[in-house]
């Protein structure tokens, strides 16, 4: 059993490493090279609009969901609206040519699947984040928000010293400085010191949820969505769990989610390729460096009841089409 | 004491030099066949310049601390880095791994068809020689397998009556009829975490010969539709003869790359 457990852990470790540290490395220089400026700016004012265009940006960049998550911490540092933030991180790794080429591959002949699971995304992603910006306030989602009484600007003299990674708004952070009075070897000390930092911090948790999904994997038996083919919600809302207890990587679940089509209709296996792109056992524990646990389940639990709103609107359309 | 407190100093650097060679060691032992489909190797030859640059900053980071002001602190995301390496320096057993995919599942010949239609364009090689099939006789191998049972399964009706011959392994559902097995490889889409199985079933009445599971075959048979379960006939091989073979070392069939 040792064997096989190394295996998936070896295999999902291989399938996200380079993300996730290409994700830290972004991180970090938008950290240190991106003013808070520049953010607002680039960010539509309006609410609506804003969170609009959020759930659209993966078509400019496609990101899978370990390399989104350091990315847009650092973004929500930066002093990106929280709702926005949530919205780009629900819909990036499903909006996004790569997912959409390998589901139009994984369903060929019909481009149906393919661009009901972008309009999913879309749409999930959307909802949820109008629900964020209507409903919770940063003290509720983030872990560490941008105000603590005790903000300080970083210890310039020790930047490079600084055995701390920087959660969302955290104390220590340099979140409202100046950037541009660093040096630019400061710049550079900075990029490295953070990269590190965070590698380790969200690293963490990417490896918890990759040694929690290799045991589910190793002890789960495989014929365990035998039968499942009761009424509406039952085959979505199993779906549901076992994308999330899977944890296969966005742009390639398509694939397994077709193998499964003689079990599944079109409904459930969206729910499948659109909840299980937003959250897993790895994205969890990985949002953990951002978000408080309460804020987590509340965001799970929207993703699985709008995907299967969303899964029962998609089939109505299938059957008219 | 005073080694330890050094130790502690440069943990950042000396967990991601571990992290870099076993990346390294995978790359360069050929082991990532058993976990990850070729087509995404370069992923990993990208995360070894990631994690090289990482190493790089965390070594400038470490010499730049004060070993007596550095006092230690939050062990748990270090020990967690450790147990990582450990397990990626575990090595995979193929043959375990396959028996585990195997277990447990009752795939069903429509699974299998379904796994295998999911190829979408898949085009022929330079060596168009091994995906000819307009003869009588075919050929499936590693390097033309997805293809052509990609093909089959996509239009069955062409290769009705033609004889084949295939490697695989014996995979025995319950939904099968008893003398039926399917001579099955296992197929690696992206990584080995969502690895499954898909193959043919294998009418074996003809023969009088027992055969057991997950052993290695060389089959040969003339190809027939026939319903077994699903909605539309399936693809079923009439086993004509057959060989023991010894077990694939690298066992995979990689979509889109093979």
Known sequence: ?321 | MKLLRYIYMFREFILLSLLFITLERLVNGRQLYSFLNPGYHVFVNLAMVTVFFLTGAALFISAGRDLEVDTPQGYFRYFVFIVLIALLNTGSDSTTFSSHLTEGNTLTPDASMNSFSAAGDIKPGPDSDIYNTSGDFIEITKENYYFIVNDIYSAPGKYEGKRISVDGFVYKSKKLKKCDFIIARLIIFCCAADAGIGGFITDASGINESFIKDEWLRVDGVLRLEKRGGEKPAPVLKLESFKRIPADKEPYIYPAYN
């Open chain 1, 1 to 321: 059993m040792l064997s096989v457990y190394s295996t998936y852990v070896t295999a999902i470790f291989l399938e996200g490493i380079f993300f996730l540290t290409i994700g830290v490395i972004i991180s970090s220089l938008i950290d240190v090279f991106v003013s808070d400026d520049t953010i607002s700016k680039i960010v539509p004012s309006g609410r609506v609009t804003g969170i609009a265009v959020s759930s659209l940006t993966g078509i400019l960049f496609p990101v899978c969901e370990c390399g989104i998550v350091p990315v847009v911490a650092g973004l929500i540092r930066k002093g990106l609206p929280v709702s926005h933030a949530v919205t780009m991180l629900l819909s990036i790794p499903v909006v996004n040519l790569v997912t959409f080429t390998s589901t139009y591959y994984a369903f060929p002949g019909t481009l149906g699947i393919a661009f009901l699971r972008m309009a999913g995304g879309v749409a999930v992603s959307f909802c949820l984040g109008l629900a964020v910006s209507v409903f919770s306030d940063d003290n509720f989602v983030l872990k560490n928000k941008p105000e603590e009484k005790n903000y300080k600007p970083v210890n310039r003299e020790n930047f490079v010293l600084m055995d701390h990674v920087c959660s969302p708004g955290c104390s220590c952070h340099h979140h409202g400085e100046d950037h541009s009075k660093l040096t630019p070897v400061e710049k550079i000390k900075g990029v490295l010191n953070h990269s590190v930092g965070e590698f380790f911090e969200t690293g963490k948790y990417f490896i918890i949820g990759i040694l929690v999904t290799a045991a589910f994997q190793t002890f789960v038996p495989k014929n365990a969505f035998d039968g499942v083919s009761a009424a509406f919600p039952l085959p979505e809302l199993f779906m549901t769990g076992y994308a999330y207890i899977l944890s296969i990587c966005s742009q390639t679940d398509a694939f397994v989610a077709r193998s499964m089509s003689s079990y599944f209709g079109p409904g459930a296996l969206l729910c499948f390729m659109i909840s299980g792109a937003m959250i897993d056992v790895k994205t969890t524990m990985m949002l953990r460096v951002i978000f408080r646990k309460r804020f987590i389940v509340l965001l799970a639990a929207g993703i699985v009841i709008s995907t299967v709103c969303f899964s029962f609107l998609a089939e109505a359309v299938l059957k008219i089409l």
